[in-house]
C-alpha cells in the first residue's frame, strides 16, 4: 500500500555534497511525518532529521545540525535530504521512513514504513 524508495547516494569526498530524494508511492502522503535514518557498519540506526506533515516542523540531531536540510514536496510526494559539509563519518546507510499521523521521533522503532535505503560513501 505505502512504498518507499530512497535514491541520490554515492561516493563524495570529504567536503561535497549530496542530494538524497525519497519518493513516497501510496495514498495519505501528507498525513504521514517523515525522518531520515542512516545506519553504519556494526551500528545502530540513527535519527538525523525530521520533517512535519505540512513540512513546518524540521528537526536534527546534533551532529548534522548546520550541514543537512531535510524538506519535502507533498504536491511530488517526495522527501528530500540535502547533505553539505559532508565528512568520513557520515558514511553510512540512509534510510527514509514514514509515521502517520504523527509527530516526529528518533526512535526507528515507532515509524510505519521503510525505504530499502541508499549507500553513501564519503572519502578522506
Known amino acids: 500500500q505505502v512504498h518507499l524508495v530512497e535514491s541520490g547516494g554515492g561516493l563524495v569526498q570529504a567536503g561535497g555534497s549530496l542530494r538524497l530524494s525519497c519518493v513516497f508511492s501510496g495514498r495519505g502522503f501528507s498525513s504521514y511525518g517523515m525522518a531520515w535514518f542512516r545506519q553504519a557498519p556494526g551500528k545502530e540506526r540513527d535519527f538525523l532529521a525530521g520533517?512535519?506533515?505540512?513540512?513546518?516542523?524540521?528537526s536534527y540531531t546534533d551532529s548534522v545540525k548546520g550541514r543537512f536540510t531535510i524538506s519535502r514536496d507533498n504536491a511530488k510526494t517526495t522527501v528530500f535530504l540535502q547533505m553539505n559539509s559532508l565528512k568520513s563519518e557520515d558514511t553510512a546507510v540512509y534510510y527514509c521512513a514514514a509515521r502517520l499521523l504523527s509527530v516526529v521521533t528518533d526512535r526507528p522503532g515507532l515509524y510505519n514504513y521503510w525505504g530499502q535505503g541508499t549507500q553513501v560513501t564519503v572519502s578522506s
Open positions: 520533517i512535519s506533515m505540512g513540512g513546518g516542523t524540521t
